[in-house]
């Protein structure tokens, strides 16, 4: 499941932050090839940053929780961070926007308590 993170956004009212959420869901779901149909697929955060001095003016997009799979290629990874990133950048077009997606490669160490294990 896609984890969202957006860091260092300038002050936003809940219903700024609703439209946003909106936004965010309709373009991961926009990527076919990663297979999420709506905001049940994905959690998507505003965590509350610690000092407020420079807000709004670097938005940090991190997206991690993608598994590693075949149909999960470079490609519809690099236009899921290039969308996400423009949508957000087009919502605070003054900030410097970055959006890294990092990939879970369970090898490298995972569970979950669904798990049968």
Known sequence: MPIIKLWCLPQQTEDQLNLLHQAIV???????????????????????D????????????????????????????????????????SKFPEAKVECFVNQVKPSAGFWTSTSTQ
């Open 50 to 89: 610690m000092m407020s001095y420079g807000l709004g003016s670097e938005v940090f997009v991190e997206i991690s929780g993608i598994f590693n799979a075949p149909e999960v290629t470079p490609e519809p990874l690099n236009r899921l961070a290039k969308n996400i990133g423009q949508m957000v950048s």
């Open 26 to 48: 309709k373009e991961v779901c926009s990527i076919k090839e990663l297979g999420f149909r709506d905001e049940n697929d994905m959690v998507v955060l505003f965590p509350p």
